[in-house]
């Protein structure tokens, strides 16, 4: 088993920053992908940010040149730096991991963090 653990989301005006961090825990494992997620209410999730253990990065058009995603390995934690937020990019933002443990493939969800940007 995997626990996730979100933080820092909150309310900022637009054109303000915040940062995003998603601290994963548990038995032996490997993590592949760590990425982020949001949803707007009535929408979809949809993929914000995501990076490979292999160092690999992809971005959501709406977001690149804004916001950046990195990993600390060595703590199993992957962060979203938000810079220049916009209204638009209110939602609920939820971490993703995926790899491998005890021989088990594992996919898991954090249990989300608020991000409301105003105007």
């Known amino acids: 088993q995997v626990q996730l653990v979100e933080s820092g989301g909150g309310l900022v005006q637009a054109g303000g920053s915040l940062r995003l961090s998603c601290a994963a825990s548990g038995k032996t494992f490997f993590i592949n992908t760590m990425g982020w997620y949001r949803q707007a209410p009535g929408k979809q999730r949809d993929l914000v940010a995501v990076a490979t253990s292999g160092g690999s990065t992809n971005y959501a058009d709406s977001v690149k040149g804004r916001f950046t995603i990195s990993r600390d390995n060595a703590k199993n934690t992957v962060y979203l730096q938000m810079n220049n937020l916009k209204p638009e990019d209110t939602a609920v933002y939820y971490c993703?991991?995926?790899?491998?443990?005890?021989?088990?493939?594992?996919?898991?969800w954090g249990q989300g963090t608020q991000v409301t940007v105003s105007t």
């Open positions: 993703n991991v995926n790899g491998r443990s005890y021989g088990v493939n594992f996919d898991y």
